[in-house]
């Protein structure tokens, strides 16, 4: 009994460790990425699954501070096995509906598929221009799936001056501790002016298929009995740039039991 009593203590005391924990941040060479994130309700039930809503913050730049800062290439986020998806009957959407067009257009024309919001800050430069920053919204929108993977659209675009692309995100169910694993590449006609700096997404919808409510993303809190809830590593990110440098980093949470 002792040693229950002293281990769910140890435990309660990590949990308020983890629950204060900010953003990871890692450097290799001249790049310094800031990775941020988690699961929304922290409380879920020990066993079965509840709607929750998964966030990721990231931010890249240089040690030096230089301009163009590094250029972000490929994008890999592993997730904790323990986050479940569902899309069982949610409309698709396609990218060359949506790509050129403004947020409010997208939102029109594929509303009803989209599973997630975000935001972008974009260095721009472009020749014969002086460079500059745009600052915008992201929506991100469930497309068909291909080669037998998910995936997801996350639309970026900026207002002054207009500018636009789309990232292409594959959904990727591996085996392990990270096993659904979000990746995309920058697209090749960004790559001639795009210098993302900062990118945040909020992936969560919660919609009616055969009159069942259902949510995008589920998960549960799998502490063992009698534990008051559970220390978890909740994702692994891998950034590619450039030059060829890759910065992984790994965020670890906590969930309580509801």
């Given at each position: ?45 020990r066993t079965g699954l509840a709607p929750v809503a998964v966030t990721i913050d990231s931010s890249f730049k240089s040690a ?75 929506l991100v929108f469930h497309a068909k799936r291909s080669g037998g993977n998910r995936r997801l659209l996350a639309q970026v ?102």
């Open positions: 009994m002792r040693r229950a009593w002293l281990a769910a203590a140890a435990l309660s005391i990590a949990l308020s460790a983890v629950g204060a924990a900010q953003a990871e941040v890692e450097q290799q060479g001249s790049v310094v990425v800031g990775f941020d994130g988690g699961i929304v309700p922290r409380a879920l039930p030096e501070g230089a301009d163009p800062p590094p250029q972000l290439r490929t994008i890999s986020i592993g997730i904790n096995h323990a986050g479940k998806i569902f899309d069982r009957g949610l409309p698709t959407c396609r990218i060359r509906t949506i790509q050129p067009a403004t947020i409010g257009a997208a939102r029109k024309i594929c509303g009803s598929a989209i599973v997630g919001s975000g935001h972008v800050q974009v260095r721009v430069h472009l020749v014969n221009q002086p460079p500059f920053t745009f600052k915008g919204p992201l675009y900026g207002r002054k001056p207009p500018s636009a692309f789309v990232l292409n995100f594959k959904i990727v169910e591996k085996a392990g501790t990270f096993g659904t694993v979000i990746k995309t590449n920058l697209p090749s006609t960004a790559r001639k002016w795009a210098y993302v700096t900062r990118f945040d997404m909020k992936l969560r919808r919660i919609y009616t298929y055969e009159g069942q409510r259902h949510s995008y993303i589920s998960a549960a809190c799998a502490a063992p009995d009698g534990f008051p809830g559970a220390v978890y590593p909740f994702a692994r990110a891998n950034f590619g740039f450039a030059a060829g440098e890759h910065v992984t980093t790994t965020l670890v949470r906590d969930c309580t039991v509801r």
